[in-house]
């Protein structure tokens, strides 16, 4: 499988006089493959816009390598763009013009046949509005319209920021059999989003970003997989011998937290090994179940921004990978 | 489609464009039938009517000078004269003009002479479209900044400078476009007013030279005012900068410099403001007057004041100059900022 993206220690500084320095690219590597529908997860202000704008020309880098279709970026930019369909952040369009007016105004400007706009706009649901103002659609319709937009050059990658913002229940569903569609048609699609139940279900593959650099890579179950720490719950038929389990199982090596009801076993290899273990006590066990973890979880383990009951975790409380002691927090922002 | 031909069909799809230029229109549509309505043609009974009238001005003037004279006559009988001296040594002094210094031409209506007039016309029409080009052009960048209009099309065309340019190309094109139609109107319309209203008489080949070269620099002119407006409103990636740029300039730059300049006793105040660097250009020369001076220049001593002149080669070098600043600030601010 071919890379569509490729981006390898992006680094980009903000310097200000009275804030000092804020870098909020700092060696960020991506790698995304042909097909897939990769996840691009990270907290506000970790970096994630920032690294699609600049991805896409809007802001420039200080350092690192990028590549679009194996195409050298920003250099190559003007000859790959009409193969990439990007929406960054909120839509934003010219409030005075149709929907219509809109999207045809970009397919002229992109050289792109007129024909499409309908197309378009019958795909994202659009098609009864399209001669009304954007001014006068909701967040979720403007959203539909910048999908659309993204729409317009059938690119071979499509960027989209956070898409199901502002939609309702039914048009997140909606995206959701979009993307899976158009990464069907063998569309690469880059998805950055932070309802992270919808990347578990639609992505293949995930980035995840914090303070400027990666701190997770890889298929989702992957990932899902490296950071359940190999959690196994059991239960007794008799609740009275869980702490002679508990404390045979330590015995043989095994990390273990008591519950009421059941014991909480961390660092098992094979979970049969629980069973023999327990039997030869002549202990018998009623559930033994690998735990598993969301995607939810695992971000908010890797990014360290998990809410802590009493406290208020400013913006850029994150994990920063690279520092002394990480996985912890780091304090970023302007000065850091 | 091109990008141009793209951009042009959306200044054509600007509501604020469609409007400004209707309403700069209908100023300029104003103005036309205001001078018609002012002006009306000369003919025997005008000519008739104003000799009469002179004639009655005069008569006026012998009996003002024959009661000024008799009032005369009784106050150096009296005394009276000798304390306040209102009157001259001999009452026989005061006599009433002679009846050709009263013009029949003083009192004809207004007409409106094309050979004479026009050229001041094309300076209003040119101050009014210069003005409205500067706000379109303000207006056309601005917006597509301060709604995210730019920045999507970035995302297509990822080339800051030739997006910029093919805009502003487009800007011109258009308003270009618009103030040649309108000039046409414009010289048709007076020369109707002429033809109604006045006289299109004494029009040679080198008078209509002379108003093609001044609407020339006319269509200069409209043409500077709306790339600084684009320009400024692209540099502040804001319709306001450019507008609130405009302002600033109107009242600090010359309000409170034409004071600042007076106070301080500078001599020819009016060379530090702008708008009579527009009016050399249109004009070709301004004489600024220094009335704080006095050269005596006949054995009467009648003062003449020092003059300096202004020439649209002066103006052409300030127009350029803020042209160059502005605009490559323009280009050098899209190339290098970062579009957040």
Not at chain 1, 310 to 334: C, I
Not at chain 2, 46 to 74: D, F, G, I, P, T
Not at chain 2, 153 to 159: E, I, K, M, S
């Amino acid at each position: 499988m071919s890379a569509v993206l490729e981006i390898e220690g992006l680094r980009k500084t903000y310097k200000s006089r009275r804030r000092g320095v804020r870098h909020a690219l700092d060696g960020f590597d991506m790698l995304v493959e042909q097909g897939q529908v990769h996840g691009f997860l990270g907290p506000n202000g970790s970096g994630k816009t920032t690294t699609l704008r600049t991805l896409l020309g809007l802001i420039r880098p200080n350092g690192g390598r990028m590549a679009i279709l194996g195409q050298e970026v920003p250099a190559a930019l003007p000859a790959v763009v009409n193969q990439v369909g990007a929406i960054v952040e909120s839509p934003q369009f010219f409030p005075h013009f149709t929907a219509r007016d809109t999207l045809s105004l970009l397919a002229g400007a992109g050289e792109v046949p007129q024909t499409r706009v309908d197309e378009v706009l019958e795909l994202v649901g659009l098609r009864d509005r399209a001669g009304e103002r954007v001014k006068t659609y909701s967040l979720g319709m403007k959203q539909r319209l910048a999908v659309a937009s993204a729409l317009l050059k059938k690119p071979k990658l499509l960027i989209l920021d956070e898409p199901a913002n502002g939609l309702d229940p039914g048009g997140i569903r909606e995206m959701r059999t979009l993307t899976r569609d158009l990464a069907a048609s063998g569309m690469t699609v880059l998805l950055s989003s932070h309802i992270l139940g919808e990347i578990q279900l639609i992505c293949d593959s995930v980035t995840i970003i914090s303070l400027g650099r990666r701190v997770a890579f890889g298929p989702v179950d992957q990932v899902l997989a490296e950071h359940s720490g190999g959690a196994v719950r059991v239960r007794l038929e008799a609740v009275s011998d869980l702490p002679a389990a508990a404390d045979a199982l330590s015995r043989a090596g095994v990390a273990v937290t008591a519950h009421h009801d059941h014991l909480m076993l961390t660092g098992v290899e094979k979970p049969a090994q629980v069973s023999r273990i327990l039997a030869g006590q002549g202990l018998y066990v009623s559930e033994l179940a690998p735990v598993t973890v969301d995607l939810e979880s695992v971000f908010l383990e890797l990014t360290a921004t998990a809410p802590v009951p009493g406290q208020h975790r400013q913006v850029d409380q994150s994990t920063k990978v690279g520092d002394a002691g990480q996985p912890g927090v780091a304090g970023g922002g302007w000065g850091a | 489609m091109s990008l141009y031909r793209t951009e042009l069909r959306r200044l054509g799809k600007r509501r604020f464009a469609r409007w400004a230029t209707l309403l700069g229109l209908l100023v300029l549509g104003a103005v036309l039938v205001g001078v018609f309505f002012t002006n009306q043609k000369i003919g025997p009974d005008q000519l008739a009517a104003a000799q009469q009238k002179a004639e009655q001005e005069y008569q006026q003037q012998v009996r003002w000078a024959e009661a000024e004279r008799k009032s005369c006559e009784q106050a150096k009988a009296s005394g009276q004269d000798q304390q306040d001296g209102r009157y001259p040594p001999d009452c026989e002094m005061i006599t009433p003009p002679p009846p050709e210094s009263i013009e029949a031409q003083w009192f004809l209506p207004s007409t409106f002479d094309f050979r004479a007039s026009f050229e001041e016309m094309i300076v209003t029409f040119t101050a009014i479209l210069a003005l409205i080009g500067f706000v379109i052009g303000a207006s056309f960048v601005g917006a597509e900044w301060s709604s995210g209009g730019m920045t999507n099309l970035l995302l297509w065309r990822p080339q800051r400078l030739t997006v910029l340019l093919t805009k502003l190309a487009a800007l011109l094109t258009g308003l270009v476009g618009v103030t040649l139609a309108a000039a046409a109107v414009w010289t048709a319309g007076f020369w109707t007013v002429g033809t109604l209203r006045g006289t299109t008489e004494k029009m040679t080949s080198g008078v209509w030279q002379s108003f093609a070269l001044t609407g020339l620099r006319g269509l200069v002119l409209v043409v500077v005012a709306a790339t600084l407006g684009f320009a400024l409103a692209s540099l502040g990636r804001h319709t306001a900068m450019a507008l609130g740029g405009a302002i600033g300039a109107v009242v600090v730059g010359q309000f409170g410099l034409g004071i600042v300049m007076s106070m301080a006793g500078a001599r020819f105040v009016e060379a530090w403001l702008l708008p009579t660097y527009g009016l050399a250009w249109m004009t070709k020369k301004v004489t600024l007057e220094d009335w704080d001076s006095c050269n005596t220049s006949s054995h009467f001593g009648e003062c003449k004041p020092d003059t300096f002149d202004l020439t649209w080669q002066h103006a052409s070098i300030l127009f350029f100059v803020a042209l160059v600043a502005v605009l490559g600030a323009a280009l050098v601010s899209m190339r290098q900022r970062d579009v957040a």
